[in-house]
């Protein structure tokens, strides 16, 4: 029962407060990328190029990171060295005066999050019981969600007093970007004891095999985020209410993350999982099909139902199946696989819309969600079959 659980770790909200300021910094920051891109004669094709590149080429580094922090049994250094990378990057978009100097940055940026997550991920799932990870992570990812909130609004904030200025903003984002910096230091690290062959333990699990793939059959559908932004300006959303737009989705999803990962760890992973894929999959035929303003802010504040029922209990799932000594790894196997699956994503969203229009290129999103939806559930069933 819920009460006999322990209390959640100090660690999982000081990293929370990491996580907290540093959305606070990108989300001032991300909505705004594809509208500036688009303002340097960057194509819808290269908007995708660009995200795409960035993000596979940090995810391609996950396992790296995450395997060098099992192997050296660290976690904090990594956790600072990846978010002062970040932090470093993005700023400096204010400098930038062409889309291959932002897409130089976005892959900096990118690379910072390589460095850290996959040690981050296991230092919080090492300092809580396995019947409070769902909660943990949903803990953690609200916060962030709640940082991505406040980016939101502090983006209209400086786009109204610099006469929508999108430099500024990015300028202006630097300053909670580096105070995330300042809780690092209070982070107790956690040593793990080494268990025997834990590679070979790992290599082993059928189920966690047969989840990353489902994940990447669906992350082929998962494009960029920015997608969704050039899709509101095409249901005529103003530039000034963009970030107002982000703000309903964070603030869905800073609310949904702790109550669902809490009911992944009273009701199991699975479930919510299943429920991930086909909630994905409506939205995103609402977004194909959807013309009207108003349709375009419920299926942003309904993506953020989707984030609480992925993120954070994906991360639960995957300590449940992983082996301690061996976590940060699987993180970094799952980041890199998921993350490499975004660039052919991003571009077959991207040349899709340009060539037949966002409606087609929507729908073939939804296609792959529901394919990764029957991949996982038949895989599970067939566990259950062999267990039994």
């Not at 040690?119 to 809580?128: K, M, P, T, W």
């Not at 983006?155 to 809780?183: D, K, N, Y």
């Not at 309904?302 to 993120?311: A, F, P, Q, R, T």
């Not at 991207?350 to 229009?357: A, K, N, P, S």
């Amino acid at each position: 029962m819920a009460k006999d659980r322990p209390p959640i770790h100090k660690n999982v909200y000081l990293l929370g407060w990491v996580s907290l300021f540093t959305d606070l910094s990108s989300q001032m920051i991300y909505p705004l990328v594809p509208v500036y891109l688009q303002n340097l004669g960057a194509s819808t094709f290269i908007i995708g190029i660009i995200e795409g590149v960035a993000e596979s080429i940090g995810s391609f580094l996950k396992v790296f990171f995450g395997n060098l922090s099992d192997r050296l049994n660290k976690r904090k250094v990594f956790v600072f060295l990846g978010y002062g990378l970040s932090s470093l990057s993005k700023p400096l978009l204010y400098l930038a005066n062409s889309w291959p100097l932002v897409m130089l940055l976005r892959i900096s940026d990118r690379m910072g999050k390589a460095i850290r997550n996959p040690a981050r991920d296991a230092l919080i799932s090492h300092s809580v019981e396995s019947n409070s990870r769902g909660k943990a992570f949903g803990i953690h990812r609200g916060m962030d969600r709640i940082g991505a909130a406040g980016g939101s609004l502090l983006a209209v904030l400086v786009l109204w007093l610099t006469h929508e200025s999108i430099q500024m903003v990015f300028l202006f984002a630097g300053i909670p970007a580096f105070l995330a910096l300042m809780f690092i230091p209070f982070v107790k690290e956690n040593f793990v004891r080494p268990e025997g062959n834990s590679a070979s333990k790992y290599r082993s699990n059928r189920k966690f095999k047969f989840f990353l793939l489902s994940i990447i059959i669906f992350t082929l559908g998962n494009s960029s985020n920015a997608f969704l932004i050039l899709k509101a300006r095409e249901n005529g959303i103003m530039i000034t209410m963009i970030p107002v737009l982000w703000l309903a989705y964070n603030i869905v999803a800073s609310i949904a993350s702790p109550y669902l990962g809490a009911l992944s760890d009273k009701f199991g992973r699975k479930i919510l999982i299943q429920a991930s894929f086909i909630v994905y999959t409506l939205i995103y035929i609402g977004f194909a099909f959807s013309s009207s303003e108003l349709i375009t802010w419920l299926l942003f504040a309904s993506y953020g139902i989707y984030y609480g029922l992925s993120n954070g209990i994906f991360k639960a799932y995957i300590a449940d199946q992983s082996d301690s000594t061996f976590r940060a790894t699987a993180y970094g196997i799952f980041q890199t696989a998921t993350g490499l699956a975004l660039l052919p994503a991003s571009m077959i969203m991207g040349y899709t819309w340009d060539l037949f229009g966002s409606e087609i290129a929507f729908g073939i999103s939804a296609a792959f969600s529901l394919i990764g939806f029957l991949i996982f559930t038949i895989s599970q069933l067939h566990y259950e079959k062999f267990k039994g």
